[in-house]
Structures are given as structure tokens and as C-alpha cells.
């Protein structure tokens, strides 16, 4: 169902979403107006206020994210904002080290984040890449991840094409890695080796700053979200303007009581979790999803589905997940899962309206899934999840 005030293709649709061009405004209007403000707001604060690394190279990371995730138009937009062209070029870097260790970084968060291990963080240490430039670069693909799925998802509510990109001739990173489920963490903690629903805590591997040493900026960055007592938000404060706006995007989409019911975009995070094999966002939300839809035995079946993953730990066939599922919750979980892929497929639109879901809460249910592929991916590369030690 396409409309007429629609744009051709998603193209149109990501310059309304970043510039507030008037071609294509229309098709945003179906977003919640703070998730549209907010996600200008997370773009402004990564790409027009100053950063620890230059423009051209955040733009040009970006462009590689958006390459092997199959976006034309992000990859374009990148490269038309001035991205460097040694990043983003077919040939291995050579003669940077420490541009080539940003590259392989990426290379790997973008397709597979459940393989990053504390090994990579601290090969960008020895490039000589501080813990602000971790988060940043975490920050940068993460948050292309999720434009890329709103884009995708909104393109798909309204009918409209997403030009793909090439993926990039060189090997992945992720070939013939496994994600580390159970086993140890470095500070000697337990590893949860299966999905729960039981609460779990989480552990940096980059240094993290001490509640006393937060500036009033830092503080701020998080504030709506978390007291200072929380290491992973410390963390974060590392690049407090896009945390900020994340925080509040992050808000926008889960707080509201009106629209999609909160257990169903609770749901969506989980099933995105599920895909990006991210146990501890996984375990957050299937229990807020199972408490608030009190239907545990559907959620434990969610996080019981098994995926079967390739050399690169990219499960194919997603359809686990919604196995015994109603028809509504299988039309979610699908949509969701769909979405999440490393290279995100265009949610089935269909089953959700003919189940009488309004598109406006179908928006809810594709921000909340585009949402997580942002909040897994930092914490897949910055940390480990364990479990709590009950004495």
C-alpha cells in the first residue's frame, strides 16, 4: 500500500529522515514524533559535533557498515558527506595500522557482533585507539544498524524499494569464529551459556570511568536512564551527545502507554536479541515481555529456539522463533526477526495488518526491532554478560 505523497524509493525517505527535505516527509509521519526527533538528534550528535576522530573517518566507517549491510542509500549517503576512500576501498589497508584496525572492527560488528571478543578491543588498543574511540566506533555502527532498519522497515510499510549495496570483496572478520557462551569472563565471572530469563549482570572490557570522575555532561548523557552506579552507562558517557539522544530514543519507543502494547515491543527487542545472539538484552527483555503479556512459556520457547549459524554465525532460517506461536505473536516475532538479519530483509507487512495491527503501531513494533540492533551491538562489543553470583 503505497501512498501517493510516498517517495519512490527509500532514498527520499532517509534524506526527509536526516535533512527534513519535504519529499518524503509524508511517509514519517507514521513514527512517533519523538523517535523522529530523537534520531535526527543521535545523528546530529555522531556526525556534527566534534569527534576523536575526523568526519571523513566516521563517514567512511559508516559507508563500510551500510556495505555489508546491504543499504544503497546509506552507503551513498555516506560517501556523499566526504568519506575517506582508503577506508572505504576494496584493497586491504596496508600502510595505517591504526585505520586498518578501525576497518576490521567494523568489518566484524557489522555482519556478527556475538563475535567480538575482548581480544579485538585490545588489538585496537595496541593501534592506539583509546576506550572513547571503542565506544565511538560501537556507537557509529550500532547506530547505523538501527537507521538502516528504521529506513528498511518504513520502506516496507509503505511499499517502497531499498536499492541494496555490494558487500565488500574481502573476507569477513567473523569467517570461522564462534560466540563465547559459558566459560569465563576476564575478571573471572561466569558466562551464561544458554538464554534465561533470569537477571544477569554485565562487565566492560575497556576501562571505565568511576562515578566521581563523570563530568556534569556525562552524568546528563544517561540520567533519564540510569543512576551512576551502572558501569555500562559510565561506559557509554565516554560519548555522552549520542548517548544522550539514545537515551531518549530509547525512551521514546518503550515508555509510551498508548500504541503497540508494551509487552509486544518488548517482545520485539528479545526476538532481536535472539537473532543478534545477544543473551543479556535477551534476558532484560524476555522477562519484561513474559511479566507484562503473562505468557512465560511463549517467551521461554522464543529464547529456547534454536538457530542454526553459519561460518560467519548468521542463522538463515529464522523460523524457530515463531514456532508455536499464536498467529499474532508469530506475525511479530517474524516481522522483528526479519528485520534484524545482519543484511535486514523487508519485514512481511501483510499478516500485521490483516491481524488489524494499525500501521502506526506497526512503526512501534519496527523501531523497537531497529532499536535493539543499536543496543546489542554495544553490548556484544564492549562486554561480557555473567551470571550473578548468588552468595
Known amino acids: 500500500m503505497t501512498s ?34 530523537h534520531t535526527r538528534a543521535a545523528y546530529d550528535a555522531l556526525y556534527r559535533e566534534p569527534q576523536v576522530l575526523s568526519m571523513p573517518v566516521l563517514h567512511a566507517l559508516a559507508a563500510v557498515t551500510a556495505d555489508w549491510q546491504g543499504s544503497g542509500p546509506l552507503a551513498a549517503w555516506h560517501r556523499a558527506q566526504g568519506a575517506a576512500e582508503a577506508l572505504t576501498a576494496a584493497d586491504p589497508l596496508t600502510g595505517d595500522p591504526a585505520l586498518a584496525a578501525l576497518r576490521d572492527h567494523v568489518d566484524l560488528l557489522s555482519l556478527s557482533p556475538a563475535l567480538v571478543t575482548p581480544a579485538d578491543q585490545e588489538r585496537l588498543a595496541a593501534a592506539g585507539h583509546d576506550p572513547r574511540t571503542a565506544v565511538l566506533v560501537s556507537q557509529l555502527v550500532a547506530f547505523e544498524s538501527y537507521l538502516q532498519r528504521l529506513v528498511t522497515g518504513l520502506a516496507a510499510l509503505h511499499g517502497l524499494d531499498t536499492p541494496p549495496a555490494d558487500a565488500p570483496v574481502r573476507a569477513p572478520r567473523t569467517r570461522g569464529r564462534a560466540a563465547q557462551h559459558g566459560g569465563t569472563t576476564p575478571s573471572g565471572g561466569t558466562r ?23 563530568t556534569p555532561e ?10 551512576t552506579r551502572s558501569v555500562y ?38 526476538v532481536t536479541s ?19 503479556a503473562e505468557r512465560e512459556g511463549q517467551v521461554d520457547a522464543l529464547l529456547a529456539a534454536v538457530l542454526e549459524r553459519d561460518t560467519d554465525w548468521i542463522a538463515a532460517d529464522l523460523a524457530p522463533l515463531a514456532a508455536g506461536q499464536d498467529a499474532r505473536w508469530s506475525a511479530i516475532i517474524t516481522a522483528a526477526a ?13 499478516p500485521l495488518r490483516a491481524l488489524g495491527i494499525p500501521d502506526p ?15 546489542n551491538r554495544l553490548m556484544l562489543s564492549l562486554g561480557d554478560p555473567s551470571l550473578i553470583d548468588p552468595s
Open 4 to 37: 501517493l505523497l510516498a517517495p519512490p524509493d527509500s532514498r527520499l525517505l532517509l534524506d526527509a529522515l536526516l535533512t527534513e527535505s519535504r519529499e518524503g516527509r509524508a511517509a514519517l509521519e507514521v513514527l512517533r514524533p519523538e523517535v523522529l526527533a
Open 192 to 214: 551464561p551459556s544458554v538464554f534465561t530469563r533470569e537477571q544477569l549482570q554485565w562487565e566492560p572490557w575497556i576501562e571505565v570511568p568511576a562515578e566521581d570522575a563523570l
Open 218 to 227: 556525562q552524568r546528563d548523557s544517561f540520567a533519564s536512564k540510569a543512576s
Open 233 to 270: 552507562f559510565r561506559m557509554l558517557s565516554l560519548t555522552p551527545g549520542i548517548t544522550r539522544a539514545r537515551s531518549e530514543l530509547d525512551n521514546a519507543i518503550f515508555l509510551p502507554r498508548d500504541g503497540l502494547p508494551k509487552a509486544e515491543r518488548e517482545l520485539a527487542a528479545a
Open 274 to 292: 535472539k537473532v543478534n545472539d545477544c543473551i543479556y538484552c535477551a534476558s532484560v527483555h524476555a522477562r519484561k515481555a513474559a511479566a507484562l
Open 338 to 350: 526479519e528485520l534484524s538479519r545482519p543484511r535486514p530483509s523487508a519485514p512481511p507487512i501483510a
Open 361 to 375: 503501531e506497526i512503526a512501534d513494533l519496527l523501531s523497537a526491532a531497529a532499536f535493539f540492533a543499536w543496543a
